[in-house]
């Protein structure tokens, strides 16, 4: 299994700082007049950052998939790069709540008897906050949203069950911590829209992720992260909500794909709903 990442050639890039809006996970940073990538477990390897590069400093590597190690990405990427990149990337892990990577990134700097600027700046009273789009940022909601499943409520009275973005099947990132042996709901754009109980009955206790079979493009992209949910992420079960239109169908051959792509099986179940809103069929299509 492949994995795409950013990288980037520091002899060609100017330091404009023309990619930091355009990546939807604020995982770079321009930081001692350079771009640099605080942190490749948040880098989806989309690449929406590398049109947007003047001097074509950027581009995409294919790497062989393995499971994130701190310590191996402390040695070999952020501390070669100097203190305000680790820095960056110790303020990224806190502010993502990836706190067992803090964990051991800091446990690293102390057997290096590398000074952890964290504690510095809590000591000066300072607080720092990353670049990157607000509106694209990655955020973890699970904690906003309280509500538990049989819980009443009026009909009337929908609070968001929406835990975590981004939610786009290309913009996510498989390692992502709200992934982590969650329930998955693999949904339809147009689900959301027809069926108005969308947040209590299907999206309630689930991390999401949306795509459209018919007109998205890069499907063996989503096939690959579809995957890596499965196998990295060790997602707990897939729910494939789709409309009742044909070419939604392809978005439940996509999941039984990736099921049989990955080394672990999980439970995949599919649910139909009609244009009106209305659930028409719900069946386990793998155990």
């Known amino acids: 299994m492949k994995r795409q ?12 700082g023309d990619c930091i809006p ?3 996970e604020g995982a770079l940073q321009v930081i001692d007049g350079k771009a640099r990538l605080v942190s490749d477990l948040f880098c989806d390897g989309l690449g929406a950052c590398i049109g ?18 701190e310590r191996r990405v402390m ?17 990224h892990l806190r502010d993502h709540g990836e706190t067992g990577y803090l964990r051991v990134a800091v446990e690293y700097l102390a057997e290096q008897g590398i000074a952890n600027p964290l504690e510095a700046e809590a000591a ?14 990655m955020m973890d909601l699970r904690e906003s949203a309280k509500s538990k499943p049989g819980e009443a409520r ?30 998955l709901l693999l949904a339809a754009d147009c689900v959301a829209f027809a069926m108005g109980a969308f947040h209590p009955e299907l999206l309630r206790g689930r991390s999401l992720a949306i795509a459209c079979p018919k007109l998205d493009t890069g499907m063996d992209r989503y096939l690959e992260k579809m995957t890596a949910l499965i196998d990295l992420s060790g997602v707990a079960s897939i729910t494939v909500a789709i409309m009742e239109v044909p070419c939604c169908g392809g978005l ?14 999980v439970p995949v179940r ?17 155990c």
């Open 75 to 91: 040695a070999e990427s952020i501390v070669k790069a100097g203190p305000n990149v680790i820095a960056a990337h110790l303020r």
């Open 52 to 69: 947007h590069c003047p001097t074509g400093a950027m581009q995409v590597e294919t790497r062989e998939a393995e499971p994130y190690d």
């Open 22 to 24: 355009a990546c939807p």
């Open 5 to 16: 990442i950013i990288t980037i050639d520091e002899r060609k890039c100017t330091g404009c």
């Open 154 to 183: 009026s009909a009337a009275d929908y609070p968001g069950e929406l835990r975590q973005w981004p939610i786009q099947l290309h913009l996510i990132t498989p390692v992502a911590p709200y992934f982590r042996d969650s329930d």
């Open 270 to 286: 599919k649910i139909v709903i009609g244009v009106s809103g209305e659930i028409l069929a719900d069946e386990v299509v793998s």
């Open 124 to 137: 000066n009273g300072h607080a720092h906050h990353g670049g990157g789009c607000p509106g694209s940022r």
């Open 252 to 265: 439940a051959a996509l999941a039984l794909q990736a099921l049989e792509r990955a080394s672990r099986k």
